[in-house]
């Protein structure tokens, strides 16, 4: 086998799940391919988070000598402190009617979330380019946030394609000069988009609180 697919394999294996005992947990940050018998899934890991999705079955009844795998989320970081939204909503106002971003992060040693503001390039009112925070030590990214200035919060094709590779949730807070913005919320998973129906409902109260103080 060619060097370069013995080092692709390791960085990204692929695992048959067993039919008769559980499946050994990763160990360490990564991804891999989860062989069952009911399809195929892909599995990540990180340091605040694992999540299982199923990417698809088979398409012939055969017999798969695996056991079966099921989807899974598991936020091992804790909720978002509300109080880093309203910050955020600050600086989008501040900002208001051009776009801006930050990152919420977290620490893997110290369980502390913060709120980094990235190093911006460009930004117009429908338009942001900027550079990415460079993380060190334990700290790693859970949240990108990113404003809409006047217009509402939604994700775009560009976002689709800035967020294709990440593993994060992904924040628009639009309609900033509102005393009640908009906001959507999707968890991004290697190319896998989720959206959350319902934003938590203290990320409204805080991003209001911030309008009336």
Known sequence: MHLADIALQQSFPSVMVPRHGPLAAMERPGERLLIAANGIFLEIARPWLRVVRRLGGFQHRTAIPYGEAEAA???????????LI??????????????????????????AFRLIPVSILEHSGGHLKYERPVLAGDDVLVVDCHSHGCHPAFFSAADDADDCHDVKFAFVIGNCAAMMPSMALRLCAKGIFET??????????????????
């Open 73 to 83: 989320t598991e936020l091992h970081c804790g909720r978002v402190p509300a109080h």
């Open 86 to 111: 309203g910050e955020f909503a600050a600086m989008a106002r501040a900002a208001h009617p051009k776009e801006t971003g930050a990152w919420i992060v977290w620490n893997a040693a110290s369980a």
């Open 196 to 213: 959350v129906e319902n934003v938590p409902s203290e990320w409204y109260a805080a991003a209001r609180e911030e309008v009336l103080a």
